[in-house]
């Protein structure tokens, strides 16, 4: 799983240093990427697989009943998560916003736990309480899950700022969309990492369309990698499409931060294939859009293509993978819909007041 990748993607760190990865690739010609060898590859592939397929049960179950609430689906946008993953290392931080479920499991959280979470039961990652939006586990660093757009901006700048005071070494990563980018306390933390040096990366998933509006149609400023120059905080825009250029730029934001030079923003540019919810039918876009980015950016088939025709690897070998991805995703599930629910006893507990 992640953590795999994450050791897998140090075997390449001194050749991805020295690359600047291009926006816009198409059928994983991405210039000057930097090169993955087969382990790295593999890595990826298995872990961006996991997302998919999951997230892919997720829906279906949400169509079922079993999940209810807010479901947001991370499809299209796996090497984001997998490439910055990649590039950490042990007693770094997450934090997201509500479309979570990718972060969790790149993270190397439980997809047992995380889909038992889905469906209410005690065995969840918030044992049953926190839904979707809401899971936390300590043992990961993973801090949220919010359900307030923005919200954990400010959270991951204080996460942030708790490392910069106990002088630990760690980063946050912090993720928020293009939608959240605009937001007045994003702002405020930007203005105070960058006073104080504080070492976080932020990690802005531009997906084109927030809840539902064109970026062209809600930013004036729509390179978002922009957005901190006021506070002197440099950016970068991210192919967030190629697993291999998300990594290179993530070991080079995170080695900013983490030697003390403050934050840094990396605008990801990659795209969600479904809804922003399971309720949204997304007819603000063409359907010819949706498949044209599907069958020339797809992340996953990228790197499906490396694997077949640089590492030589078989058909069966990849239809393997991909069966033993699924067992673990319908184990999960299984396990999340016989799962017993929360005592009503725990109503109140975990509360703080």
Known sequence: MAVAARKAGRAGAGAANKTTPSKGSKNGATPNSPQFDKNQDLSAYNDMLLIRRFEEKSGQMYGMGLIGGFCHLYIGQEAVVIGMQMATREGDQVITGYRDHGHMLACGMDAKGVMAELTGRRGGLSKGKGGSMHMFSKEKHFYGGHGIVGAQVSLGTGIAFANHYRENGNVCLTY???????????????????????????VIENNRYA????????????????RGLSFGIPGEQVDGMDVRAVYAAGQRAIEH????????ILEMQTYRYRGHSMSDPAKYRTKDEVTRMREEYDPIEQVRRRLLESWKLSEDELKAIDSKVREIVNEAAEFATHDPEPDPSELYTDILL
């Open 257 to 264: 931060a983490r030697t003390g030079k403050g934050p840094y």
């Open 211 to 226: 809840m539902g509006t064109a970026v062209t149609r809600a930013s004036a400023q729509t390179d978002f990698s922009k």
């Open 176 to 202: 928020f969309g293009d939608g959240a980018a605009n937001q007045g306390q994003v702002y405020e933390s930007f203005n105070m990492a960058a006073l104080w040096k504080l070492p976080v990366v932020y």
